[in-house]
């Protein structure tokens, strides 16, 4: 068992917080280069091409496709530091995006392609990008006081660019992306990560999972989060292997996907293995074969049922590596490859990170005792974009507060125990009743309103609205408003009307305590 004066130890010797600590000629151009420079003649990508018809393309290919994007980039005016909005759903030309502003210095800001105008309007305000890029139609043209660039035009302009790499000199400390998270309090806020912390991540999970050139990996989760992009995509060009390049998981086309493309590697989030399991998606027919062809299921961004964990082992024959993190810490704590993948339980801090607990005392948790997860790590961002005091916030004593509340087993096993704040995790989609109880609150008619997760079978949770009103307001008014207003995942399933909401003495909704059964 490890002493609190040992960790202590160990997290001095670590770098703290990358960006702020070392500054190397570490980026990830350099990185990814081994593959796409390093093994330019091989086929790294198999996605759907312009035509709509399956593509393929060499690494060599794509690095001349992200140059030729580079330079039409840079024709535009972007350069070092600026911000480019991306809002396009998976496809090649998201990726050719996303090298040619890492080359540049460019930093990507992606926006959830099911984002309406409202939620696009909140991004492009606070990261002032000089321009987004999305697709005909897409809501991001009435969101944006700024140009907006439509993929196919831009792809049109930037083939008949050079394809010579242009010549930036970025450091570790370089941001390369911004992603929006929202606290519990407040509009949604960006977490600068760099390109130090990006590298980090992007090795520690490659040397973790084992990841190699001759690894086959199925990628079905969005790029616009750090799942898909910080790991799917990262790990991906650090190893070499070969990506096909999935619109998105569709338990319609699950089943062909695997059995004809044969992942050796699989990242998901628990909805998606709960759909896997349903016999209608994947027959167990198939499933010996497929888990046949594969080495390694990862699930993350929510809690993976034990139940599932041990319906999947039973059904494909593997034993999930579930792994915990967060948009700005990245990968924090993992079940090991070698070594038992526990149930329920997302395993010790990955290799560089150092984890501790905090109980409510603001003192260190011994084993079996709760607390928050704090940590530090070379993959924790660097600040929230243009929020001083949001970042300092986020901070105890120089310790990052993921607000996961958590304990730790006696051989250093962490078990989630909720959080901190009222989040819900629907679809591995974050969700923050609060941005839902301010839009309905829009509405004149409704006097109060409180936003909860329900449990969901397939999604792991989703948001129900519990409404005080006037009598005049029809509860599909508010269904509509929010459809209108919201992206599919975050409309509540259920809008309650309630006479009072349940309050403390001095005023604070009581949650817990409304009726959600
Ligand atoms: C969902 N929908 C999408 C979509 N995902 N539409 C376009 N592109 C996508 N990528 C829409 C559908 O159109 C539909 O809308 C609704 O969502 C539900 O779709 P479904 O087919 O019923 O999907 P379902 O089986 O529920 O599965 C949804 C899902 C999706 C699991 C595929 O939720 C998903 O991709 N989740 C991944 C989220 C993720 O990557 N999180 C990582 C965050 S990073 P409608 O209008 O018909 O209802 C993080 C850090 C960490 O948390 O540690 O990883």
Wanted: with cysteine.
């Amino acid at each position: 068992m490890r002493t609190r004066q040992r960790r202590q130890e160990d997290a001095d010797q670590v770098a703290p917080r990358a960006a702020t600590d070392y500054d190397l000629p570490v980026n990830l151009t350099t990185l990814f280069d081994a593959s796409l420079t390093g093994r330019s003649t091989r086929v790294g990508l198999e996605c759907t091409g312009a035509d709509g018809r399956p593509a393929t393309l060499t690494f060599g290919e794509l690095d001349a496709r992200a140059n030729r994007m580079a330079h039409e980039l840079a024709a535009r005016g972007l350069s070092r530091g600026d911000r480019l909005c991306v809002h396009l759903p998976n496809r090649v030309e998201f990726i050719d995006l996303y090298l040619a502003c890492t080359r540049l210095g460019v930093i990507i800001v992606p926006a959830n392609v099911l984002y309406r105008e409202r939620e696009l309007r909140h991004i492009i305000g606070d990261a002032q990008p000089r321009a987004v890029v999305s697709t005909i139609g897409s809501e991001a043209t009435q969101a944006s006081d700024v140009p907006v660039w439509i993929i196919e035009e831009l792809s049109v302009a930037a083939a008949s660019r050079v394809s010579t790499r242009p010549s930036v000199n970025l450091s570790s400390q370089d941001p390369a992306l911004i992603v929006y998270t929202s606290g519990t309090t407040g509009a949604a806020k960006g977490a600068v990560l760099t390109h130090g912390n990006l590298c980090a991540n992007a090795t520690t999970l490659t040397a973790a999972w084992r990841i190699t050139d001759a690894d086959r990996y199925l990628a079905v989760l969005p790029l616009f989060h750090v799942h898909g992009l910080a790991n799917g995509v990262h790990c991906w060009l650090a190893s070499g292997c070969l990506m096909r390049l999935a619109e998105r998981f569709d338990q319609r086309t699950a089943l062909a996907e695997l059995r004809e493309f044969r992942p050796s590697l699989f990242f998901g989030v628990p909805t998606i293995y709960v759909r896997l399991l349903d016999a209608s998606v994947i027959p167990d027919s198939e499933a010996t074969s497929i888990g046949a062809a594969a080495r390694l299921f990862v699930s993350g961004s929510a809690p993976l049922p034990a139940h599932v964990h041990e319906a999947f082992r039973q059904k494909f024959g593997h034993t999930i590596l579930e792994r915990y993190g967060m948009s700005e810490a990245l990968m924090i704590l993992g079940n090991p490859y070698d070594g038992e993948r526990r149930a329920g339980t997302v395993g010790p801090p990955l290799s560089g990170v150092v984890a501790r607990l905090v109980n409510g005392e603001g003192t260190e948790a011994g084993d079996d005792e709760v607390g928050e997860v704090e940590i530090r790590s070379p993959h924790l961002f660097s600040e929230y974009w243009g929020r001083p005091d949001a970042t300092a916030a986020a901070f105890h004593d120089g310790w990052f507060r993921t607000g996961d509340v958590a304990v730790r087993s006696q051989d250093g096993y962490y078990t989630l125990r909720g959080r901190r704040g009222d989040l819900i995790i629907s679809g591995g989609f974050n969700i923050y009743p609060r941005e839902i109880e301010e839009l309905l609150l829009e509405d004149p008619r409704v006097r109060e309103a409180a936003v909860v997760g329900i449990a969901d079978a397939i999604r792991g949770e989703v948001p129900v609205a519990f409404i005080v009103a006037d009598p005049s307001l029809d509860m599909a008014e508010l269904d509509a408003f929010c459809r209108a207003q919201l992206a599919s995942f975050k409309v509540p399933r259920a809008f309650r009307r309630i006479d009072t909401l349940p309050r403390t003495a001095l005023g604070k909704v009581q949650k817990h305590l409304l009726p959600t059964d």
